[in-house]
């Protein structure tokens, strides 16, 4: 088993940023493909970020692209997502996810673990 716990979630004006962590534990998730969705009221969850295991494949929504960046540091088994620029319409519930395949991908059906989620609101 894998288990996944997001931190670093909270409120921030627009244009300003926040940087988002998960930490995994359980199961070594260094050979994991590593995710980051988001699910805003109302809406289904969507993909923002993926990153491969050895982090030399990055992935990214459109509407993120030049203002969020993934990262992982395997030694501390954990995975980041650097948020600049935030907008109103980034609020959401932020999850990360992980997946034992070995690139990156959008789908949700592709990820096996998940976290709890944080907030993050945006205020205009």
């Known amino acids: 088993q894998v288990q996944l716990v997001e931190s670093g979630g909270g409120s921030v004006q627009a244009g300003g940023s926040l940087r988002l962590s998960c930490a995994t534990s359980?199961?070594?998730?260094?050979?994991?493909?590593m995710g980051w969705f988001r699910q805003a009221p109302g809406k289904e969850r969507e993909f923002v970020a993926a990153?491969?295991?050895?982090?030399?494949?990055?992935d990214y929504a459109d509407s993120v692209k030049g203002r969020f960046t993934i990262s992982r540091d395997n030694a501390k088994n954990t995975v980041y997502l650097q948020m600049n620029s935030l907008k109103a319409e980034d609020t959401a519930v932020y999850f990360c996810?992980?997946?034992?395949?070995?690139?990156?991908?959008?789908?949700?059906?592709?990820?096996?673990?998940w976290g709890q989620g944080t907030q993050v609101t945006v205020s205009s």
């Open positions: 990153i491969s295991w050895s982090g030399g494949s990055t």
């Open positions: 359980g199961r070594t998730v260094i050979r994991y493909t």
């Open positions: 996810a992980a997946s034992s395949m070995s690139s990156t991908d959008y789908r949700r059906s592709y990820y096996d673990y």
